[in-house]
């Protein structure tokens, strides 16, 4: 699993249509943070974790912000239009088609039975400069507490 010192990997990611690649490795300059999610419009997803971070007044403090799940760019696309309708924040939704990214990371899970293929453990990780620098990692993979907006944001 991945943990402090690791480098973000050199993975293609898409962001809007399929042509449209981010590197995070080359792409996250300085201070950021990776918010990884399990399925875009699932409910806790959508109601509780990524919400968090979208009304932190704490979220200017973190650098580039992107949210990283194992679905297609245009599904990542809806969902950040309907997350943040006016772009109050500057939060990037990124699909990891493939997820590569994720198995990378070694953030993945089993979980065909309810989402058709393996998926991203729910974390959060704080980067500079390339680097993790923390890593908050939902113990159960989904559950929304070690990677939760307030948790995550108070430690900036």
């Known amino acids: 699993m991945v943990k402090v010192g690791d480098k973000i ?3 293609d990611l898409v962001e809007g249509s399929p042509g449209d690649k981010v590197n995070l490795s080359t792409e996250l300059k300085g201070k950021g943070l990776i918010i990884g999610v399990p399925a875009a ?11 968090g971070y979208v009304n932190s007044s704490k979220l ?13 760019p245009f599904v990542m696309k809806a969902w950040g239009a309907t997350l943040d309708p006016t772009s109050k924040t500057s939060i ?3 699909g990891d088609p493939s997820g590569q990214f994720t198995k990378d990371l070694d953030l993945s899970f089993e979980s065909a039975a309810v989402f058709g293929q393996d998926r991203s453990k729910r974390y959060a990780l704080v980067v500079e400069d390339g ?13 929304v507490n070690e990677s939760a907006a307030e948790k995550v944001l108070s430690h900036l």
């Open 41 to 51: 419009f699932s409910p806790s997803c959508s109601a509780t974790h990524i919400p």
């Open 60 to 72: 200017k403090d973190a650098g580039q912000v992107f949210v990283v799940s194992v679905n297609d």
């Open 92 to 94: 990037r939704f990124l």
């Open 131 to 143: 680097e993790v620098k923390s890593a908050h990692v939902e113990p159960d993979n989904t559950g």
């Open 9 to 11: 990997p050199n993975v």
